[in-house]
């Protein structure tokens, strides 16, 4: 008897050679998706490293940049608006096709990522992607689904009791014209809905919206049921907004970014996370048992505010701004420790408290910064403003 061997030492499997062809197929997904839901689940040990955007936790090795000096984040994060770099997609190409193959648990929405990439970002991609990955002395081979990514992108599906009834005859996974069939097998109506909700929002139609979308819809919510101790990454439609402008030169997506970014924002929240997850982003339902150490049976340490340092690290620096009182509508900062001495009793004496040098000048704003940015970390956004800084640590 043959033994079937996939490239992973848990996919080993006997297939008798007189068996239906059919059954032995229908085994092996079996046994796939099994397989592959085992080690995701497997993986949430070493799920302990937050995305640097959106605090979420994931093994080390299943978080990627888009260039090389651009801090690590999940899937759901990648085009992010907060991200600080723009998109080297020879880079990203590479990893994307590295974690694929080389682990089976990685998080499903990278597929979405790569089909979005695929089929957005011009004719002959893998081939110009080859070339320039060629020149910078990389391995210049990428996987079939950046050739032929209508034919060859592939995303996996939840396991059987959790995978919405459209796919009910699906495998493990599915290419994406397999899958915007079984939709539209399932509703009939679907993609003319998905027309009308990007008429409305002022979108262009092209069919490679309406897949692009598809390996969305799929791809993340398969990673909602896989990891579902996790943050749900419904957040993926706010991350959508920016990103896909943001990729350098030759590689960025033809025609104008905007029709994808605002028709995938459109057609996932309003339309095909609603049927796949039963509610988008804005009408998320709190789900306790996905918080960081909220129940009394989980030992995992809750999120902190510094998790996601990048965003982190924004938020601080437009919070400081308004804590020093530099944002125009709050109250200067600078004026009251610069000024004239405030009322209070003790300050009279000092009648003003303009600085006596320019090095006097120099160390206040320094400590200013510190002083603003310790009141950020110690309070957080909501308690902390220019008047806050007065009143606690202005004096
Ligand atoms: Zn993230």
Same mark, same amino acid.
């Given at each position: 008897?043959?033994?079937?061997?996939?490239?992973?030492?848990?996919?080993?499997?006997?297939? &008798?050679?007189?068996?239906?062809?059919?059954? %032995? !197929?229908?085994? +092996?997904?079996?046994?796939? $998706?099994?397989?592959?839901? =085992? @080690?995701?689940?497997?993986?949430?040990?070493?799920?302990?490293?937050?995305?640097?955007?959106?605090?979420?936790?994931?093994?080390?090795?299943?978080?990627?940049?888009?260039?090389?000096?651009?801090?690590?984040?999940?899937?759901?994060?990648?085009?992010?608006?907060?991200?600080?770099?723009?998109?080297?997609?020879?880079?990203?190409?590479?990893?994307?096709?590295?974690?694929?193959?080389?682990?089976? &648990?990685?998080?499903?929405?990278?597929?979405? %990522? !790569?089909?979005? +990439?695929?089929?957005?970002? $011009?004719?002959?991609?893998? =081939? @110009?992607?080859?070339?320039?990955?060629?020149?910078?002395?990389?391995?210049?081979?990428?996987?079939?689904?950046?050739?032929?990514?209508?034919?060859?992108?592939?995303?996996?599906?939840?396991?059987?009791?959790?995978?919405?009834?459209?796919?009910?005859?699906?495998?493990?996974?599915?290419?994406?014209?397999?899958?915007?069939?079984?939709?539209?097998?399932?509703?009939?109506?679907?993609?003319?809905?998905?027309?009308?909700?990007?008429?409305?929002?002022?979108?262009?139609?092209?069919?490679?919206?309406?897949?692009?979308?598809?390996?969305?819809?799929?791809?993340?919510?398969?990673?909602?049921?896989?990891?579902?101790?996790?943050?749900?990454?419904?957040?993926?439609?706010?991350?959508?907004?920016?990103?896909?402008?943001?990729?350098?030169?030759?590689?960025?997506?033809?025609?104008?970014?905007?029709?994808?970014?605002?028709?995938?924002?459109?057609?996932?929240?309003?339309?095909?996370?609603?049927?796949?997850?039963?509610?988008?982003?804005?009408?998320?339902?709190?789900?306790?048992?996905?918080?960081?150490?909220?129940?009394?049976?989980?030992?995992?340490?809750?999120?902190?505010?510094?998790?996601?340092?990048?965003?982190?690290?924004?938020?601080?620096?437009?919070?400081?701004?308004?804590?020093?009182?530099?944002?125009?509508?709050?109250?200067?900062?600078?004026?009251?420790?610069?000024?004239?001495?405030?009322?209070?009793?003790?300050?009279?004496?000092?009648?003003?408290?303009?600085?006596?040098?320019?090095?006097?000048?120099?160390?206040?704003?320094?400590?200013?910064?510190?002083?603003?940015?310790?009141?950020?970390?110690?309070?957080?956004?909501?308690?902390?403003?220019?008047?806050?800084?007065?009143?606690?640590?202005?004096?």
């Amino acid at each position: 008897m043959p033994v079937i061997r996939g490239h992973d030492h848990d996919l080993d499997w006997w297939a &008798s050679p007189a068996g239906d062809p059919k059954d %032995v !197929a229908r085994q +092996l997904d079996q046994e796939l $998706g099994r397989t592959r839901l =085992r @080690r995701v689940r497997g993986a949430d040990a070493e799920s302990t490293t937050p995305c640097a955007i959106c605090g979420d936790r994931y093994p080390p090795h299943h978080l990627l940049a888009n260039s090389r000096s651009a801090a690590p984040v999940c899937p759901a994060c990648i085009f992010d608006q907060e991200q600080r770099y723009r998109t080297d997609l020879p880079y990203l190409a590479a990893q994307l096709d590295e974690v694929a193959w080389e682990d089976l &648990s990685f998080p499903a929405g990278w597929d979405a %990522v !790569a089909s979005v +990439l695929a089929l957005c970002c $011009g004719p002959n991609l893998a =081939r @110009r992607l080859e070339d320039e990955i060629g020149r910078r002395r990389g391995m210049p081979v990428l996987s079939s689904r950046w050739h032929q990514p209508l034919r060859d992108s592939w995303v996996w599906l939840p396991s059987p009791e959790d995978r919405h009834a459209a796919f009910a005859r699906l495998g493990a996974g599915a290419t994406l014209p397999a899958l915007a069939e079984a939709l539209e097998h399932h509703d009939p109506g679907l993609r003319a809905a998905a027309k009308s909700i990007c008429r409305e929002a002022g979108v262009r139609w092209r069919d490679t919206l309406w897949h692009v979308a598809v390996a969305y819809a799929v791809a993340f919510s398969t990673q909602a049921f896989e990891r579902h101790r996790h943050r749900k990454p419904v957040h993926v439609v706010h991350s959508t907004g920016d990103g896909l402008s943001q990729i350098n030169d030759p590689f960025g997506v033809r025609g104008e970014p905007m029709n994808i970014e605002g028709g995938l924002e459109a057609i996932l929240e309003q339309l095909l996370f609603p049927l796949l997850l039963g509610h988008g982003l804005l009408d998320e339902p709190r789900e306790p048992a996905r918080i960081y150490g909220a129940t009394a049976e989980d030992s995992r340490a809750p999120r902190r505010r510094t998790d996601a340092h990048v965003s982190h690290d924004t938020d601080r620096a437009a919070q400081v701004a308004v804590i020093l009182g530099m944002v125009p509508g709050y109250k200067s900062a600078t004026r009251i420790w610069d000024g004239p001495a405030g009322t209070m009793t003790e300050a009279d004496a000092l009648r003003s408290a303009a600085p006596s040098s320019d090095l006097v000048a120099e160390l206040r704003q320094e400590m200013r910064l510190l002083l603003a940015g310790f009141l950020y970390d110690a309070h957080g956004s909501l308690q902390a403003t220019a008047d806050d800084a007065w009143q606690r640590l202005g004096w």
